[in-house]
């Protein structure tokens, strides 16, 4: 398998083993970032339409559900940055 920087094994395209760590913490590290920010701006979009006119009740419900449905992807996402690789 040939090296990169001498470091880190760079696999085969064709090599079936699993993400290293480092890579999977990567790009499950940008890609909460990047739902972060889609999802606190649809929130915000959402606020501005639907609050204005509504009683506190419904502002209520709203604030409620808006701060903890972002948590479902990323309770998905952390165990899968987490995960060991499979040890043949």
Do not use: Q
């Not at 760079?10 to 990047?34: A, E, N, W």
């Not at 009683?55 to 990323?74: K, S």
């Amino acid at each position: 398998m040939p090296l990169l920087h001498n470091r880190f094994p760079c696999p085969r395209p064709s090599d079936p083993r699993p993400m290293h760590p480092r890579l999977k913490k990567l790009i499950g590290t940008l890609g909460l970032l990047v739902w972060m920010v889609l999802y606190a701006l649809l929130v915000m979009r959402l606020a501005v339409d639907v609050l204005p006119g509504a009683n506190g009740l419904v502002t209520l419900l709203f604030y409620a559900l808006a701060g903890t449905l972002w948590i479902l992807p990323v309770g998905f996402a952390l165990p899968w940055m987490h995960r060991e690789r499979r040890r043949r």
